[in-house]
C-alpha cells in the first residue's frame, strides 16, 4: 500500500510538516478507510453531477466497512425511542406523561427515566470516568447471565466503542519500542495501525483457511518462539472471534488450546468479541466468551474483553459504546487503567445510553418485548440469508473460493488472480488485490477492501466484502459483480 497517498511533494515552511510530525502516525495504514474507498467516495460525488453519467454503474455500493445503517439498516426502535426520551427532559415531566404514553411504551419511559436518575439528572453531564455505574451493572449483569460466572461492574469500563477501549489497553500494554503483540494474519487493522502508532511490533499467527480459519496452535507456538528468539519481549495476543475479515467462529477445542500456551507462556489476551451476537451457524459453530472458557478452566490467564454496539443487530456504529471487562489483572494496573480513564473525563453519555438498552433489553413481558425480538431476529436472519447467498455466489466463480461466514459480517474469500495479471501488476510496482479491487469499484461501483489490507499469506489474495446490502439489492449486487469477475478472467486468461 502507498502509505504516502495525497502527499504533495514540496518543502513545508511550517512547523509541521510531514517530516517533522510524529512519523508513526505517518507509517499507519488503515485499508478499511484507505485509498479505494476514499475514490469510492468521489465516485458516489461524481454520480450526482452530469459527469456521472458517463459512469458504468449507477450507485455506489460500500462493502468495505461494516457499517450496517450506512447500507439502509434500520434502527431498534427501543434503542432510539429510549435515547429519545433521555435526550428531551421535558418530555419525562409530569405535564407531559400522558402526550409521551401515546407514543412510548411505558418500559420506554421507566428506562429514560432511569437514565436520567443514573446520569445524575443530566445526559449532558460528564459521566463516572468509566461510565455511568449503572449502565456498568447492567453490563456486568449482561455478562454473568452470557456465561453463567460472576461479573464485576468495578472491573468493567465503557468505553467510546470498542476502539476506545482497545486503544486504552493496547497503550497500557506497550511499555516500550520492544514490546510485541501477536495478532492474526488476516486481522482487523485497527490492531497493526495502533501497534505501529504507539511504537511496538506486530507479532503475526496464521488463521489457517484451510481449517476454515482456524488457529493452528504449534504454528503459533513457532511464531511466537520466533519473536521471542529474536528478543522481542512478546507480553499478549490478540484474538478477534468471531473473526474480521474471516467470519469464522473459534471451536472450544481451539480455545482451551490458546489459553493453556497464554497460560504457559505468559501471554495476556486481548479477546475482541465485538461480533459475539452475529452468529448465524449457532448449532456448529456457537460463540463461547473467554471469560467463560478461562473461567471454566480455572485459568488465571489475565483478559480483556472488547464488546460494541457497532456491530451485534443493533449496529450503532455512530453513537461510538463499547465496554471492556478487565478479568485476572492485578489492581494496581487495573487502578492505572482507571487513571486513563479520568484523564479522558468520561466516555460519550448517548453511546452509553445505547449500550444500556443493548445489555439490558426489553424482557419477556414488558410492552416493548414483542416488537423488540421481532426487529432483532428479522435483521439476524436476513443477515443469515444474505451471508448464505453471497457465499455461494463467490463459490459460483471459477477463480474464488470462499469458507463460510459462520459470524460477523464478512466474508473473505480467496481470489486466484491470472499469472499475467499479476506479473504485469507487479512489474508496475502495484499490488495485484489492490489493482482488482479497484478495477471492480470503477467497473460496478461496489467498494471492498482488498486482502492485503488486512495481512494475508504471501502468494494469496483475497479480498473483504460485507453482506450488508439490503436484500432487494442483493441479486442486482451479486450480478454486478459476477459479470465484473467473468470479463476480468477472461480479460487476462
Ligand atoms: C473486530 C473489530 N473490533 C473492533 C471494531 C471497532 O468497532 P467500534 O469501535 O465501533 O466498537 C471493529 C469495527 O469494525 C471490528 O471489526
Redesign the pocket.
Known amino acids: 500500500m502507498n502509505r504516502n497517498i495525497g502527499v504533495k511533494e514540496h518543502i513545508s515552511q511550517k512547523v509541521l510538516s510531514i517530516e517533522s510530525i510524529n512519523q508513526r502516525v505517518r507509517n499507519m495504514e488503515y485499508a478499511v478507510r484507505g485509498p479505494i474507498p476514499a475514490k469510492a467516495e468521489e465516485l458516489k460525488l461524481k454520480l450526482l453531477d452530469p459527469e456521472g453519467s458517463n459512469l458504468p454503474f449507477k450507485k455506489t455500493v460500500f462493502c468495505n466497512?461494516?457499517n450496517p445503517q450506512e447500507l439502509g439498516q434500520k434502527p431498534v426502535t427501543f434503542l432510539r425511542q429510549v435515547s429519545a426520551l433521555s435526550e428531551l427532559p421535558e418530555l419525562l415531566t409530569k405535564e407531559n406523561r400522558n402526550l409521551i404514553s401515546n407514543i412510548f411504551n411505558s418500559d420506554v419511559i421507566e428506562r429514560a427515566e432511569k437514565i436520567q436518575k443514573m446520569a445524575g439528572g443530566s445526559v449532558g453531564a460528564y459521566s463516572d470516568d468509566a461510565g455511568i455505574f449503572g449502565i456498568r451493572k447492567s453490563v456486568a449483569e449482561f455478562i454473568q447471565k452470557r456465561d453463567g460466572f460472576p461479573s464485576d461492574p468495578s472491573k468493567i469500563q465503557l468505553t467510546n466503542?470498542?476502539?476506545g477501549s482497545?486503544e486504552r489497553t493496547l497503550e497500557l500494554i506497550i511499555s516500550n519500542e520492544n514490546v510485541g503483540i501477536m495478532i492474526p494474519i488476516p486481522q482487523?487493522p485497527?490492531y497493526s495501525a495502533s501497534i505501529t502508532r504507539l511504537g511496538a511490533k506486530s507479532v503475526y499467527y496464521y488463521l489457517e483457511e484451510s481449517k476454515g480459519w482456524g488457529v493452528d496452535t504449534s504454528r503459533l507456538l513457532e511464531n511466537l518462539k520466533e519473536a521471542r528468539n529474536r528478543g522481542i519481549d512478546v507480553r499478549a495476543i490478540v484474538i478477534?472471534n468471531p473473526g474480521?475479515p474471516t467470519g469464522s467462529i473459534l471451536t472450544l477445542e481451539n480455545m482451551k488450546d490458546i489459553i493453556s500456551i497464554c497460560e504457559k507462556e505468559k501471554l495476556v489476551i486481548l479477546a475482541?468479541e465485538?461480533?459475539q451476537t452475529n452468529v448465524y451457524m449457532v448449532d456448529d459453530f456457537p460463540f463461547h466468551s473467554f471469560k467463560k472458557v478461562i473461567s471454566e478452566m480455572k485459568s488465571n490467564v489475565e483478559l480483556f474483553s472488547?464488546h460494541?454496539i457497532?456491530?451485534g443487530m443493533f449496529g450503532e456504529?455512530g453513537k461510538?459504546g463499547?465496554y471492556m471487562e478487565m478479568y485476572n489483572i492485578d489492581q494496581n494496573v487495573m487502578d492505572q487503567l482507571t487513571k486513563m480513564a479520568t484523564v479522558s473525563l468520561c466516555p460519550n453519555v448517548p453511546g452509553q445510553i445505547a449500550l444500556e438498552t443493548m445489555v439490558n433489553p426489553p424482557r419477556e413481558g414488558d410492552e416493548s418485548y414483542q416488537q423488540f425480538k421481532a426487529e432483532i431476529d428479522e435483521i439476524h436472519n436476513s443477515l443469515k440469508r444474505r451471508c448464505i447467498k453471497l457465499q455461494k455466489a463467490f463459490n459460483e466463480q471459477v477463480n474464488i473460493t470462499c469458507n463460510p461466514a459462520q459470524g460477523a459480517m464478512y466474508l473473505f474469500p480467496q481470489i486466484k488472480l491470472p499469472q499475467r495479471f499479476i506479473t504485469e501488476t507487479i512489474n508496475k510496482n502495484k499490488v495485484p488485490d489492490v489493482e482488482y479491487c479497484i478495477e471492480m469499484l470503477e467497473t460496478t461501483g461496489v467498494c471492498v477492501v482488498p486482502g492485503s489490507g488486512f495481512e494475508q499469506e504471501i502468494g494469496t489474495y483475497h479480498f473483504r466484502c460485507t453482506f450488508l446490502p439490503q436484500e432487494d439489492e442483493f441479486d442486482e449486487f451479486i450480478k454486478t459483480f459476477s459479470e465484473f469477475n467473468t470479463k476480468f478472467m477472461e480479460r487476462w486468461n
Open positions: 466497512i461494516g466503542g470498542s476502539t482497545i482487523y485497527l478477534i474480521n475482541d465485538v461480533y472488547f460494541s457497532s456491530k456504529c461510538r463499547g
